[in-house]
C-alpha cells in the first residue's frame, strides 16, 4: 500500500487574492523550491489561445475567459502536486472552486486595495482594471470578492509578511500536507 501512496501526487497549492498581490511570484518561488512545477493560469490560457488576456476580454468577453480559464481548471483537478495561480476572478466561479479544493489547499494572499495598486507595474494588461483608477477598481473587486478570498484554507498577510517571507510560508504548508 504504501507503493500506491508514494505516486500519488501531493495536493496541489492554489494561490488566490487581488490581481497583481503576488500570486505569479510567489507561486513561482514557492514551486522552484517545492521541485514541483508552476502554472499561471493567464499565461497558460494566453499560450493556449495565441491571444492576450486583454485581446480575450476585449474580442470574446469576460465570459467566455471564465468558461476558458473553467476547461483548465477541470484538467487540473485530475492531477495533483502543482503550484497554481489562477487569475484574480477565478474564485468567483464556484464549480472551478469546488473542482480544485478537492485537489488541492487554497492558499490566499491577502492584501489591501491600496497596497496593491502600489505594486502594480502595469495596470493596462489586467483587463478588469485597464483605463480605471486602480485603487478604486480594486477596492470595487476586493468588496465582491472579499468573502471568498477568505474561504481559503490558509491566508497569508502579503503586508506584513516580506516576499522571502511568504515564500517560505507557502513551502512550509506544502510539507505539512498530504
Known amino acids: 500500500?504504501?507503493?500506491?501512496?508514494?505516486?500519488?501526487?501531493?495536493?496541489?497549492?492554489?494561490?488566490?487574492?487581488?490581481?497583481?498581490?503576488?500570486?505569479?511570484?510567489?507561486?513561482?518561488?514557492?514551486?522552484?523550491?517545492?521541485?514541483?512545477?508552476?502554472?499561471?493560469?493567464?499565461?497558460e490560457?494566453?499560450?493556449?489561445?495565441?491571444m492576450d488576456v486583454r485581446e480575450i476580454f476585449r474580442q470574446k468577453g469576460e465570459e467566455h475567459f471564465r468558461e476558458m480559464e473553467f476547461a483548465l481548471t477541470q484538467e487540473l483537478s485530475a492531477t495533483?502536486?502543482?503550484?497554481?495561480?489562477?487569475?484574480?476572478?477565478?474564485?468567483?466561479?464556484?464549480?472551478?472552486?469546488?473542482?480544485?479544493r478537492s485537489a488541492g489547499r487554497i492558499i490566499y494572499l491577502r492584501a489591501s486595495?491600496?497596497?496593491?495598486?502600489?505594486?502594480?507595474?502595469?495596470?493596462?494588461?489586467?483587463p478588469l482594471l485597464a483605463g480605471r483608477d486602480p485603487v478604486v477598481a480594486l477596492r470595487e473587486l476586493y468588496q465582491k470578492r472579499q468573502a471568498l478570498y477568505e474561504t481559503a484554507d490558509t491566508v497569508l498577510?502579503?503586508?506584513s509578511l516580506a516576499r522571502q517571507q511568504l515564500i517560505a510560508k507557502v513551502v512550509e504548508l506544502a510539507s505539512t500536507m498530504k
Open 113 to 126: 486595495p491600496e497596497a496593491v495598486a502600489r505594486r502594480l507595474r502595469r495596470v493596462e494588461t489586467r
Open 80 to 100: 495533483g502536486g502543482m503550484v497554481l495561480s489562477p487569475g484574480g476572478g477565478w474564485i468567483t466561479q464556484q464549480r472551478s472552486v469546488e473542482l480544485l
Open 45 to 50: 490560457i494566453e499560450r493556449r489561445s495565441g
Open 1 to 43: 500500500m504504501a507503493d500506491t501512496d508514494a505516486r500519488t501526487p501531493p495536493p496541489h497549492l492554489i494561490l488566490v487574492g487581488l490581481p497583481g498581490v503576488g500570486k505569479t511570484t510567489i507561486g513561482r518561488a514557492a514551486a522552484r523550491k517545492l521541485g514541483r512545477e508552476f502554472l499561471d493560469f493567464d499565461q
Open 157 to 159: 498577510d502579503t503586508e
